[in-house]
């Protein structure tokens, strides 16, 4: 017997979380989530605080998802997140509308994609007094026998200066690669020859989901966004990508961290 669609956002929200695989304590953060998006559905500001977890989202039809309009709601929606929340929690909170309604989609309970222009916030630069690499350690490191991956990590980070969770949320469609650069739209990422020679490599004809891959399949529970669709496999996370650059960087000198990466200022 075929499932038929659901006509409240609500009970479409349920059936994603019933499906997903998550923990219960997980299902109840992202029904959270994805009942602070309703508000801006509806074209009411979402409660703040611990009101927000207690309030009773209103009742709207799925299809309003296919509204003209529902994007820039959205948007306004994260301008409005932005201002009363850390840029993690806002990020969690767009991945798990994106996989939702990636899921949707999927089941043709929605034709389009309004949350398709809903971008991660960069992450702020945690205060440090870091020292970056020296030329000569920069070379040394740059002629190990490491995996492209790390490679095009280490090169990027160093020649565009940004910070290391602002390069791992980059997507293959971000890369503007002739001009060495991100495209318009996304958060500006430049880049020069070293990154640029170890870049089409490691895309290799992706042409869409996350840039820097884990070397498995991602969980059942990872959201659509850090899951590429041709491989399986999750974003690479902070902690791993550190991980791997001590393991590599051991022979070097002791203590390296990716952040001393950083073009010198």
Do not use: K
């Not at 509806?42 to 799925?62: F, H, I, K, W």
């Not at 991602?218 to 999750?234: I, N, V």
């Amino acid at each position: 017997m075929t499932e038929l669609p659901p006509v409240e956002y609500g009970v479409a929200v349920e059936r994603y979380l019933a499906a997903s695989g998550l923990a219960r304590n997980s299902r109840r953060i992202y029904r959270i989530a994805l009942a602070t998006w309703a508000w801006a559905l509806a074209d009411r500001p979402a409660p703040a605080g611990p009101e927000r977890r207690q309030a009773r989202p209103p009742v709207l039809p799925l299809a309003l998802l296919d509204h003209p309009d529902a994007a820039d709601r959205l948007r306004g929606a994260v301008a409005h997140r932005a201002a009363e929340t850390d840029p993690r929690t806002l990020n969690r909170e767009i991945s798990t509308l994106r996989a939702a309604a990636a899921w949707w989609r999927a089941r043709g309970w929605i034709d389009g994609d309004p949350t398709a222009d809903l971008r991660p916030r960069p992450l702020p630069e945690p205060p440090t007094t870091t020292t970056p690499l020296t030329p000569d350690e920069l070379r040394a490191l740059f002629a190990l026998r490491a995996p492209l991956r790390e490679q095009t990590l280490w090169h990027l980070l160093h020649e565009s200066g940004l910070a290391i969770e602002t390069v791992l949320a980059l997507n293959t469609d971000h890369l503007d690669l002739p001009h060495r650069r991100t495209r318009p739209g996304h958060t500006p990422v430049h880049w020069r020859a070293g990154t640029a020679r170890l870049l089409p490599l490691l895309v290799a004809g992706r042409t869409e989901g996350p840039l820097f891959l884990t070397d498995r399949r991602a969980p059942a529970d990872t959201p659509a966004p850090d899951r590429c669709p041709y491989t399986g496999r999750a974003r690479l996370s902070y902690r791993r990508a550190a991980e791997l650059f001590t393991t590599h960087t051991r022979t070097l000198g002791p203590g390296w961290t990716l952040r001393q990466l950083r073009t010198r200022r």
